[in-house]
């Protein structure tokens, strides 16, 4: 029996995660849940998993919580400090599903506890970079990649970057790929939010609308592939088929291929490095015919060259872009800002906010807070 923890796990990656689990009740053993608001989702998911503890961030549901949970076995904890002791209870495996730089502490707490981190938060890895992966290899513990991208390269990698020549990580193009700018200029949230392939929670979404999903995960990418920034490419192709591919200098390019179903990138790093059955549909190539690739467009799609940017210059540049997008990705779902205005605004924060480059947890929490204060405060000029 293996023991799990899902951090975020009400959210699309954590019920993934959850779904999986709770189709193998004979090989996982759940220790820790934990959510930031949705009380009943949690304590549901608690029971059915016969979880050891629940834990809700937003303290004031804990009486909620505890009040769901009555007469189970569940422990109940609140707080976002609770968070990272359940975090630190050292699961075997630990599923880091919290939204944005919100999960940084409990995946550090993870690592820090030596286990097996299935990594989906990908904005604390943008933010920490080379502090989280010098916390992981110190502690032992090993960072796997979920976000589908990565977990493709991961199974097509041969960890010598004298083998490699490029990785290429695809990219669907999200619901805006054919639009204009002036036609993206008046896009509202729900429009943003439908991505034409993959069902997932409404940052990633907008992200991936911006395609500011795609920078970031090229930072991704960098931490955790070593081959250098020189070596990381983006190729559009909107049938999300191909998840990734690597290109080795014999000129054999290895790609992986699946449907779109966060349960099988979840699956590979739930069993690594065996591999388990899941329910996700299987690839009909036939059907599909053809595969389509396309350059991706930086002019319509700044945020993609605000990132490449940030990761060229490095230091704290990926935590501050991170911040800021994390902000004006909430402004903009709050009917705040427009579209177009959150590449703006982050273009706008990198180019008036400069910290040193940080060398500890604080700095990154401290940069990150005060590149939202810029942020806001742009934001507030905007709306003005
Ligand atoms: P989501 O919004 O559906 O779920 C987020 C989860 O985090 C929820 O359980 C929520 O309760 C929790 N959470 C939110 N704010 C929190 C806070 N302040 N403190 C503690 N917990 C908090 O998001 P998602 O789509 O599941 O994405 C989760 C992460 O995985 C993101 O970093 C995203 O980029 C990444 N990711 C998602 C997908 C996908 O298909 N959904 C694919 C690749 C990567
Ligand atoms: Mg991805």
């Not at 501050?320 to 909430?330: F, K, R, T």
């Not at 480059?357 to 807070?369: F, R």
Request: contains cysteine; charged residues 20%; proline residues 5%.
């Amino acid at each position: 029996m293996r023991s799990v923890t899902i951090l975020g796990a009400t959210g699309s990656i954590g019920t993934s995660t959850l779904d999986l689990i709770e189709r193998a009740p004979d090989r996982f053993r759940v220790e820790a849940l934990t959510a930031h608001s949705d009380v009943a989702g949690l304590a549901a998911a608690a029971r059915r998993t016969g979880a050891r503890i629940a834990v809700i961030g937003d303290a004031a549901r804990l009486p909620a919580l505890r009040e769901a949970l009555a007469g189970s076995d569940t422990e109940a904890a609140g707080g976002a400090e609770a968070i990272v002791e359940a975090a630190a209870r050292g699961a075997d495996w630990t599923m880091a599903a919290i939204v944005g730089l919100a999960g940084l502490r409990p995946v550090m707490a993870a690592l820090a506890a030596g286990a097996t981190v299935a990594l989906a938060n990908k904005e604390a890895l943008v933010s920490a970079g080379e502090i989280m992966i010098a916390a992981a290899r110190d502690a032992g513990a090993r960072l796997l990649p979920v976000d589908s991208e990565h977990n493709a390269v991961f199974q097509c990698y041969e960890p010598d970057p004298a083998r490699i020549a490029r990785i290429i990580l695809t990219a669907s193009g999200g619901p805006f790929r054919r639009a204009s700018l002036e036609e993206m200029r008046g896009v509202t949230p729900a429009q943003a939010v439908k991505h034409p392939n993959w069902s997932m929670g409404a940052k990633i979404s907008v992200d991936s609308a911006t395609m500011m999903n795609k920078g970031l995960e090229l930072i991704e990418a960098f931490h955790l592939f070593p081959v250098g920034a020189d070596r990381l490419d983006v190729l559009v192709h909107p049938q999300s088929v191909v998840h990734s591919m690597v290109e080795y200098v014999d000129g054999s390019t290895l790609a992986q291929l699946g449907t779109p179903d966060m349960r099988t990138p979840i699956a590979h790093t739930l069993a690594w490095p065996q591999r388990m059955e899941t329910p996700s549909a299987r690839l009909d190539l036939a059907a599909i015919g053809r595969l389509e690739f396309e350059a991706a467009d930086e002019v319509r799609f700044p945020a993609l060259r605000l990132a490449r940017a940030a990761l060229r210059a490095g230091g704290a540049r990926p935590a501050v872009l991170n911040a800021a997008n994390e902000s004006a990705v909430a402004a903009f779902l709050a009917g705040r800002i427009g579209f177009l205005d959150i590449a703006a605004i982050v273009e706008e924060v990198l180019a008036h906010y400069e910290p040193d480059a940080p060398t500890c947890l604080a700095d990154v929490l401290a940069i990150d807070a005060e590149a939202r204060l810029h942020a806001e405060r742009r934001m507030e000029r905007v709306t003005a």
